[in-house]
C-alpha cells in the first residue's frame, strides 16, 4: 500500500495524432514536486501558459473532456487521466504543442506502457482520500434517465450502464467492478473509443474527426455494426470505455474515492457534475490521510503497481496494448 503521493521518476515524450484536429501533436509529460496535482503547458502558445487540470478548469465536456478557456485550453485528456490512476500517478506536468492530447490508438494502454518505461517515484508527502458518507446524486435536467449518484461502499466500486438505442452493436451495456488501480490496468484500460458512421458527416462539417480512423477508434454502422476488421477487443468494449472515462474525469478530483459510483446513461458532462458535487457536499473530515492503523481499510484503493509486470498481462487488456 502507498500512503505516498507519487510522480514519474523521469519524463516522457511521445507523438501522436489528434483525433479532432488532425494534427500531429508532441507530449513530454515530467515528474513534479507533491502537491503540484496536474497541470498542463502548452508550449506552442506564447508565455507558455500553464492551465491546471482540475474539475473547476474543465469548461467543456463536447465529445470529451476540455480545461482552461476558450482562449487557451487542453481536450481530450481524459484517457490520460485514466492512465495516471491505473499507475497510482497523483502529480505531473504535461508539456503539450496543441489545444488536444493525441489519440494514439484511442485507449489508455499506451500510456500505461509509457510511465512503465521511466517507472514510479515515491514522494514524502501523504496522500489524501475522499470517504463518501452520504449519498450524493447529479441528474441531466433534459433527460433524467441520465443520471449519477455515488453512495458509501466499504469497497472502492463503480458500476456503469450504456443505452445505444440507435446502434444494436452496442445496445445496452453493463459493468460493475472494483474500482482499483489493478482493476483499471487490467480490465479497463485497453477499451478504445467509438463512433457511430452515421454521425461522421456531422462531425466534418463541425471541422471534428479530422484524425480519426479504425486505427484509434471503434466505428460502428447502425446496419453493418462494428467496422473494424479485427472487431472488438472484448465483448462490452464500449462501456469498458465509458467507464474508463469515467475513471479519468474523476481522477482530476486529485485523490482517490472510496464508495460506490454508479451511473447510467452518463457522460463526461455528468462526470464532472458528480466531480463537482463531490466536492460540495463531502464533509471537511471525509477528505482524510489514512493512517497506518487504517491500512486495511484503504488497501484497495492505495494499492498501485510499481510496475506493469505486477500485472496480468494475459488479460485482454495489455496483451493488445
Same mark, same amino acid.
Given at each position: 500500500?502507498? #500512503?505516498?503521493?507519487?510522480?514519474?521518476?523521469?519524463?516522457? /515524450?511521445?507523438?501522436?495524432?489528434?483525433?479532432?484536429?488532425?494534427?500531429?501533436?508532441?507530449?513530454?509529460?515530467?515528474?513534479?514536486?507533491? #502537491?503540484?496535482?496536474?497541470?498542463?503547458?502548452?508550449?506552442?502558445?506564447? =508565455?507558455?501558459? @500553464?492551465?491546471?487540470?482540475?474539475?473547476?478548469?474543465?469548461?467543456?465536456?463536447?465529445?470529451?473532456?476540455?480545461?482552461? %478557456?476558450?482562449?487557451?485550453?487542453?481536450?481530450?485528456?481524459?484517457?490520460?487521466?485514466? &492512465?495516471?490512476?491505473?499507475?497510482?500517478?497523483?502529480?505531473?506536468?504535461? &508539456?503539450? =504543442?496543441?489545444?488536444?492530447?493525441?489519440?494514439?490508438?484511442? %485507449?489508455?494502454?499506451?500510456?500505461?506502457?509509457?510511465?512503465?518505461? $521511466?517507472? $514510479?517515484?515515491?514522494?514524502? !508527502?501523504?496522500?489524501?482520500?475522499?470517504?463518501?458518507?452520504?449519498?450524493?446524486?447529479?441528474?441531466?435536467?433534459? =433527460?433524467?434517465?441520465?443520471?449519477?449518484?455515488?453512495?458509501?461502499?466499504?469497497?472502492?466500486?463503480?458500476? @456503469?450502464?450504456?443505452?445505444?438505442?440507435?446502434?444494436?452493436?452496442?445496445?445496452?451495456?453493463?459493468?460493475?467492478?472494483? @474500482?482499483?488501480?489493478?482493476?483499471?490496468? !487490467?480490465?479497463?484500460?485497453?477499451?478504445?473509443?467509438?463512433?457511430?458512421?452515421?454521425?461522421? !458527416?456531422?462531425?466534418? /462539417?463541425?471541422?471534428?474527426?479530422?484524425?480519426?480512423?479504425?486505427? #484509434?477508434?471503434?466505428?460502428?454502422?447502425?446496419?453493418?455494426?462494428?467496422? =473494424?476488421?479485427?472487431?472488438?477487443?472484448?465483448?462490452?468494449?464500449?462501456?469498458?470505455?465509458?467507464?474508463?472515462?469515467?475513471?479519468?474525469?474523476?481522477?482530476?478530483?486529485?485523490?482517490?474515492?472510496?464508495?460506490?459510483?454508479?451511473?447510467?446513461? &452518463?457522460?463526461?458532462?455528468?462526470?464532472?457534475?458528480?466531480?463537482?458535487?463531490?466536492?460540495?457536499? $463531502?464533509?471537511?473530515?471525509?477528505?482524510?490521510?489514512? /493512517?497506518?492503523?487504517?491500512? &486495511?481499510?484503504?488497501?484497495?484503493?492505495?494499492?498501485?503497481?510499481?510496475?506493469?509486470?505486477?500485472?496480468?498481462?494475459?488479460?485482454?487488456?495489455?496483451?493488445?496494448?
Amino acid at each position: 500500500m502507498s #500512503n505516498f503521493q507519487r510522480t514519474l521518476k523521469r519524463s516522457v /515524450s511521445f507523438s501522436g495524432v489528434g483525433v479532432h484536429s488532425g494534427s500531429v501533436i508532441s507530449v513530454e509529460i515530467r515528474p513534479a514536486s507533491a #502537491n503540484t496535482g496536474f497541470i498542463f503547458q502548452r508550449t506552442d502558445l506564447p =508565455n507558455k501558459p @500553464y492551465i491546471k487540470a482540475d474539475i473547476d478548469s474543465v469548461f467543456d465536456t463536447t465529445l470529451a473532456t476540455r480545461i482552461g %478557456s476558450p482562449a487557451v485550453s487542453v481536450s481530450t485528456i481524459e484517457h490520460l487521466m485514466a &492512465a495516471f490512476f491505473g499507475f497510482g500517478i497523483d502529480n505531473a506536468i504535461v &508539456a503539450i =504543442n496543441n489545444s488536444e492530447m493525441p489519440i494514439l490508438d484511442g %485507449s489508455s494502454a499506451p500510456f500505461l506502457t509509457l510511465f512503465d518505461e $521511466v517507472g $514510479v517515484e515515491v514522494l514524502k !508527502e501523504p496522500r489524501k482520500v475522499v470517504v463518501i458518507d452520504k449519498v450524493i446524486e447529479v441528474v441531466d435536467e433534459k =433527460n433524467p434517465t441520465r443520471f449519477m449518484r455515488i453512495e458509501p461502499s466499504k469497497k472502492p466500486l463503480i458500476t @456503469y450502464v450504456i443505452d445505444f438505442e440507435r446502434a444494436a452493436a452496442i445496445g445496452r451495456q453493463n459493468i460493475s467492478m472494483h @474500482y482499483t488501480a489493478k482493476s483499471f490496468c !487490467e480490465e479497463f484500460s485497453f477499451a478504445r473509443t467509438f463512433c457511430l458512421k452515421e454521425d461522421i !458527416e456531422l462531425m466534418y /462539417s463541425k471541422g471534428l474527426a479530422k484524425g480519426g480512423s479504425m486505427e #484509434n477508434a471503434i466505428l460502428v454502422s447502425k446496419t453493418e455494426g462494428v467496422m =473494424n476488421r479485427q472487431g472488438l477487443r472484448h465483448e462490452q468494449e464500449f462501456v469498458k470505455h465509458k467507464t474508463l472515462d469515467c475513471i479519468g474525469d474523476l481522477h482530476m478530483l486529485g485523490m482517490p474515492i472510496l464508495g460506490h459510483i454508479i451511473a447510467h446513461k &452518463a457522460g463526461h458532462d455528468l462526470h464532472n457534475k458528480l466531480a463537482r458535487a463531490i466536492l460540495a457536499e $463531502v464533509s471537511c473530515r471525509s477528505i482524510i490521510v489514512p /493512517s497506518a492503523k487504517e491500512e &486495511a481499510r484503504f488497501k484497495a484503493i492505495l494499492s498501485f503497481p510499481k510496475s506493469l509486470s505486477e500485472i496480468d498481462r494475459n488479460l485482454i487488456g495489455l496483451a493488445v496494448g
